[in-house]
């Protein structure tokens, strides 16, 4: 597609919409089953927030074409990386197709670039971005996305903790604290958000997707339905994720029970409020609230290695992490040059 043309349908599409909510949640599920939409293409985890944002100022003013390039570049290497992981791009877009897409020269404006483009090489309009952990950024991406939908994605506490532990090795104290951090990140939302229960959606999946449609603006599709006929997750993705290889059921839900009876406890315990906010049943009469900490750093750390452990995939997209905030941070700190002495 020429540049020229390229940049004047990007200007033109609807904006990106999100796809959020706690780990474990069911965000893949809903990602695969929009994806399947002839409309729609979804971008598996850019993490663009929780890789970027953080370090942002370290680029300077995007303004400036040349730092403006410069954080292409690091895109554009998560982008190769991540194709190891998920069934994202399969080739990054070059520089310059970045510059021809982007209509403001800001943060923003490369993430809808980046989305945009996935779904122009699908042949697609609607873009749409799947990160879990974007609840952090909620409050932001509502902001600066004034115009973007949001499906927000909620799972029973007790069954998103188990799954969590089990696919990454979370604790259950991380596991609770993080799930209340997503329903507060909801429910302080400045606006409404299109929610998504999980058990819902598994249950009676034509009804929850024709809602999802109709939220979106979209007809819908049956044939979304059978997103799993064509499925391309990587076996990285495939291996906690087999049940995007068949048909929705319902059979994960409840799977909390091969919890011991003191890790239910714990959780309906942390999570007592949230659950009886969101209408989940507790196993016995609701418990004395405990209130959970947020994990430390040393904690987060032990987690992701939990988590890396002899994967050399996950080892080498996490080496491409640091490897850009090493380079982000040395080259902000050369740009405050500290040895000059002021005239």
Same mark, same amino acid.
């Given at each position: 597609?020429?540049?020229?043309?390229?940049?004047?349908?990007?200007?033109?599409?609807?904006?990106?919409?999100?796809?959020?909510?706690?780990?474990?949640?069911?965000?893949?599920?809903?990602?695969?089953?929009?994806?399947?939409?002839?409309?729609?293409?979804?971008?598996?985890?850019?993490?663009?927030?929780?890789?970027?944002?953080?370090?942002?100022?370290?680029?300077?003013?995007?303004?400036?074409?040349?730092?403006?390039?410069?954080?292409?570049?690091?895109?554009?290497?998560?982008?190769?990386?991540?194709?190891?992981?998920?069934?994202?791009?399969?080739?990054?877009?070059?520089?310059?197709?970045?510059?021809?897409?982007?209509?403001?020269?800001?943060?923003?404006?490369?993430?809808?670039?980046?989305?945009?483009?996935?779904?122009?090489?699908?042949?697609?309009?609607?873009?749409?971005?799947?990160?879990?952990?974007?609840?952090?950024?909620?409050?932001?991406?509502?902001?600066?996305?004034?115009?973007?939908?949001?499906?927000?994605?909620?799972?029973?506490?007790?069954? &998103?903790?188990?799954?969590? =532990?089990?696919? %990454? @090795?979370?604790?259950?104290?991380?596991? *609770?604290? !993080?799930?209340?951090?997503?329903?507060?990140?909801?429910?302080?939302?400045?606006?409404?958000?299109?929610?998504?229960?999980?058990?819902?959606?598994?249950?009676?999946?034509?009804?929850?997707?024709?809602?999802?449609?109709?939220?979106?603006?979209?007809?819908?599709?049956?044939?979304?339905?059978?997103?799993?006929?064509?499925?391309?997750?990587?076996?990285? &993705?495939?291996?906690?994720? =087999?049940?995007? %290889? @068949?048909?929705?059921?319902?059979?994960? *839900?409840? !799977?909390?029970?091969?919890?011991?009876?003191?890790?239910?406890?714990?959780?309906?315990?942390?999570?007592?409020?949230?659950?009886?906010?969101?209408?989940?049943?507790?196993?016995?009469?609701?418990?004395?609230?405990?209130?959970?900490?947020?994990?430390?750093?040393?904690?987060?750390?032990?987690?992701?290695?939990?988590?890396?452990?002899?994967?050399?995939?996950?080892?080498?997209?996490?080496?491409?992490?640091?490897?850009?905030?090493?380079?982000?941070?040395?080259?902000?700190?050369?740009?405050?040059?500290?040895?000059?002495?002021?005239?």
């Amino acid at each position: 597609m020429r540049n020229d043309l390229r940049h004047a349908i990007a200007g033109q599409l609807p904006p990106p919409f999100f796809i959020i909510g706690c780990p474990r949640s069911g965000t893949t599920l809903v990602a695969q089953l929009l994806d399947s939409h002839s409309r729609i293409a979804v971008y598996l985890e850019t993490q663009f927030y929780t890789l970027f944002r953080p370090f942002l100022h370290c680029y300077g003013d995007l303004r400036q074409p040349n730092n403006l390039r410069r954080f292409i570049v690091d895109v554009q290497e998560v982008i190769r990386w991540q194709a190891v992981m998920n069934r994202a791009m399969t080739d990054s877009p070059e520089v310059e197709e970045f510059l021809e897409t982007i209509v403001a020269p800001s943060f923003e404006g490369v993430l809808t670039a980046l989305l945009q483009l996935n779904a122009l090489r699908q042949r697609k309009v609607r873009s749409a971005d799947k990160t879990p952990d974007h609840y952090a950024y909620l409050p932001e991406i509502l902001e600066k996305f004034p115009g973007s939908p949001i499906i927000f994605i909620m799972r029973d506490p007790r069954d &998103t903790v188990f799954s969590m =532990r089990e696919a %990454f @090795g979370t604790t259950v104290e991380t596991g *609770v604290w !993080r799930w209340n951090e997503a329903l507060r990140s909801y429910q302080d939302a400045s606006r409404p958000l299109h929610l998504v229960r999980y058990e819902e959606l598994v249950k009676k999946p034509a009804e929850v997707v024709k809602a999802m449609c109709d939220y979106l603006g979209e007809p819908y599709e049956p044939a979304m339905l059978r997103f799993f006929e064509r499925t391309a997750l990587s076996p990285e &993705t495939a291996q906690h994720h =087999r049940k995007l %290889f @068949g048909p929705v059921d319902s059979e994960s *839900v409840g !799977r909390f029970r091969r919890l011991s009876s003191d890790e239910i406890q714990r959780i309906e315990s942390a999570c007592a409020a949230g659950m009886e906010a969101m209408g989940y049943p507790f196993t016995r009469r609701k418990p004395k609230t405990v209130i959970v900490k947020a994990p430390t750093k040393w904690q987060l750390l032990l987690t992701r290695l939990r988590y890396y452990g002899a994967n050399w995939n996950r080892w080498r997209l996490g080496s491409v992490r640091w490897k850009i905030v090493l380079r982000v941070r040395a080259r902000y700190l050369l740009t405050l040059r500290p040895w000059r002495i002021s005239p």
